[in-house]
């Protein structure tokens, strides 16, 4: 990371746009990375005028929505081959099925609050594909949530300026509590699905 870190000060500021692109592309296809953290020392960069403000949102906007839109194209295209036959064994089909009624219901919200959702971005993204929700508004929801969630990050590297890596730790902290509040509720909602599933062979 510092190597990272120290690298993007020295380089051109397209170059610094590439990177933050494909950080922020590759956070939504093979999580976890520093893409955040990363965004957040652009607005670094920003304040001291080695980038511009609306470049370094456009490339991590853009990376994010790109990446977020190739793990939905996967899910359209084999999340029922992966899932939906049973070949992931501790994933009950019946299980799978719920949680794509879930997308169709809910999926749009979701996406919108997507960004801040930290560690849930790809799993999103390829159940909402395996749901079939609608392309455009699918990519503009994402485009949407990763502008704001972008703009908070910059704008906070950019007031916090060579201070910027304190962020980090808000950043870890917000995600562990994230985190732990999604799996709370995926094991709390699992549980349930197999409570009645089990009350409902015991009625039979």
Known sequence: MEGLIQYLQSIDPWLVYTAVFGIAFIENVFPPSPSDLIVVFGGSLVGIGR?????????????STLGFMTMYKVGEWFG?????????????????????????????????IN?????????????????????????LLSFVSALIWNVLLISAGYYLGQNWERIGFYLSTYSQIVTGFVVVTVLVLFARYLYNKGKRKGTS
Do not use: C
């Open 115 to 139: 960004r801040f959702l930290a560690g849930t971005r790809a799993v999103v993204s390829f159940f909402a594909g395996m749901a079939h929700l609608n392309l455009a508004r699918t990519s």
């Open 51 to 63: 980038v511009g403000f609306m470049e370094v949102l456009l490339a991590a906007t853009m990376g």
């Open 80 to 112: 029922a081959s992966i899932l939906e036959q049973g070949r992931v064994k501790f994933i009950p089909v019946e299980g799978v099925r719920k949680v794509e009624d879930w997308f169709r219901r809910y999926g749009y919200w979701i996406i919108v």
